[in-house]
């Protein structure tokens, strides 16, 4: 009876699972409207493409290199050890495996959502201009040689991990995925951003979200979803769920609050794309930290949060690479910041309540190699798709528009030419005349 079926925790888990995969459709509709209506289609199937490829792959090898524990160095799992999910689901008596009370395959559901959306917010950089088979190559390749051992260090027992080396100064803390989510994400936006090379008029030409009530919605969705991404990372229907829930709804309010001061400050004016970002940058930065944190410390980390990516999105400019939806600027510097805040912000070894600096010492340590592990593996996966199935789609393709040339279709009913009949139309090689798939801000257009 020890380890009896949980209904309870594996009824809240199934729950959690669902709010997680709720997020790639709503990170789908905040990304689809941050881009140009010419675009709008594709940058939402670069979120579902990483559906499809990481819903296969994860069952296939990834649940086994993450979590297996016939672990290759400490830093990934066999991959042949659980393929397909052998001996995962079932005994041998048939009886489903628990673990701890929750069925193991309600594990590898939830943790399948993870990958998922880590994959999915990379594609946010390369927005517009990115080869939609490349980038399903890539989503293989990446979540198999990136997210997955990463995955298996620091939660799967490996060199990141509480049971790793650096265990002996202060353990580890990344309750739901700083390191493995965000930096790793934000760093292959960086690289990938680098590699494929900037959109035609980046930096002359303003490239405006076309839809910014589609913004906001989908930042509410994320929002909604993450409770289960943090809460969920409890694997429990307890006081810490409760805890991490309540941070995460105080972190996000204090970074739209920090974001909105910053633009206000700044530049005159609160907006309302500057709201949206600073719900995801305070989710971003509470990650890693929603189970360490009292809700008064996360309003601090919150707050920090969106003050800093509310500057940070403005490197793309500075330092000449075109991140074209900030996921640097976002994802990548909020986690860093919510990674390393829990050494000065954890109740139980934080700096600022007494614990020293161990904590915050190994916290930037994992920091510090997640994002070497992440840039390195990108940076050889990027290059190899680079020079063998190429990134770019052709500069007329661009101008004309991703949509119609990729997916021959619109996202809107433009001149009268709708989605429906744009595989119908005659004598061209694209679906769309340039007025219908160009149509949208005038200040988007180069001279």
Sequence with gaps: MENALDTGLTAWMLVSASLVLLMTPGLALFYGGMVRTKSVLNMMMMSYGAMAVVGVVYVLWGWSMSYSTDSIGGIVGNPFTHFGLADTITDGAGQYVLDGGLPVVVDVGFQVTFAIITVALISGAIADRARFGTWLVFTAFWVTLAYFPMAHMVWGGGLLSGDGPFASIAEPIDFAGGTVVHINAGVAALVLSLVIGKRAGF???????????????GAGLLWFGWFGFNAGSAYGAD??????????????????????????????????????????????????????????????????????????????????????????????????????GVGFLATETGLFYGGGFSQLAVQVIIALLAVA????????????????????????????????????????????????????????THPLPATASTATDHSEVPA
Excluded at 207 to 214: A, D, E, S, T, V
Excluded at 379 to 397: F, H, N
């Design 203 to 217: 930096g002359t030409v303003a490239l405006r979200p076309h839809n910014l009530p589609l913004v906001m919605l």
């Design 239 to 340: 006081g810490v769920a409760g805890l991490a829930w309540l941070n995460t709804t105080t972190a996000a309010a204090a970074a739209i609050l920090g974001w909105l001061v910053v633009e206000r400050l700044r530049d005159g004016h609160a907006t309302s794309l500057g709201a949206a970002s600073g719900i995801v940058a305070g989710l971003v930065a509470i990650t890693p930290a929603a189970g360490a944190l009292s809700p008064v410390g996360s309003i601090a980390l919150g707050g920090v949060a969106g003050v800093l990516c509310a500057y940070a999105v403005g490197l793309k400019y500075a330092l000449g690479y075109d991140d074209s939806l900030d996921v640097v600027g976002v994802h990548l510097v909020a986690g860093l910041w919510g990674t390393v």
């Design 373 to 428: 592990i992440s840039a390195v593996i990108t940076t050889v996966i990027a290059l190899g798709l680079k020079y063998t199935m190429g990134w770019r789609i052709s500069p007329d393709d661009e101008a004309l528009g991703i949509d119609a040339a990729v997916h021959a279709e619109s996202g809107y009913d433009v001149g009268g030419v709708g989605a429906s009949r744009a595989s119908t139309l005659p004598g061209s």
